[in-house]
């Protein structure tokens, strides 16, 4: 089992910048991937940012890319991710999930993640 928590989320207007972070505790191994996902009312989940526990491999979703960067710190068991000029259109609760790859050497996937937190709202203001 593996157990999520988040942290960071608030209000701010557009072009400012926010930090969620997220600890991860419980069977956390090399082969966990980690990523931060957001829905925003009456839209599909969308998948923002994922990294590898180990190698560090990334995946960006094209509305964020050069705007977001996820970060991870194995020893204090977090994933952070840093939000820059942000949009009104990124308001949305942000979870922060996990899933075991079947390789430490596949890239992490963007869906069937089956470990969540509980989700942290992100409102931006025009």
């Known amino acids: 089992q593996v157990q999520l928590v988040e942290s960071g989320g608030g209000s701010v207007q557009a072009g400012g910048s926010l930090r969620l972070s997220c600890v991860v505790s419980?069977?956390?191994?090399?082969?966990?991937?980690m990523g931060w996902f957001r829905q925003a009312p009456e839209k599909e989940r969308e998948g923002v940012a994922t990294?590898?526990?180990?190698?560090?491999?990334?995946y960006y979703a094209d509305s964020v890319k050069g705007r977001f960067t996820i970060s991870r710190d194995n020893i204090k068991s977090t994933v952070d991710l840093h939000m820059n000029s942000l949009k009104p259109e990124d308001t949305a609760m942000y979870y922060c999930?996990?899933?075991?790859?079947?390789?430490?050497?596949?890239?992490?996937?963007?869906?069937?993640?089956?470990?969540w937190g509980q989700g942290t709202q992100v409102t931006v203001s025009s």
């Open positions: 999930a996990a899933v075991r790859r079947p390789s430490i050497y596949d890239p992490c996937p963007t869906t069937g993640y089956n470990y």
């Open positions: 419980g069977y956390t191994d090399s082969y966990l991937c």
């Open positions: 990294i590898a526990r180990t190698n560090g491999g990334t």
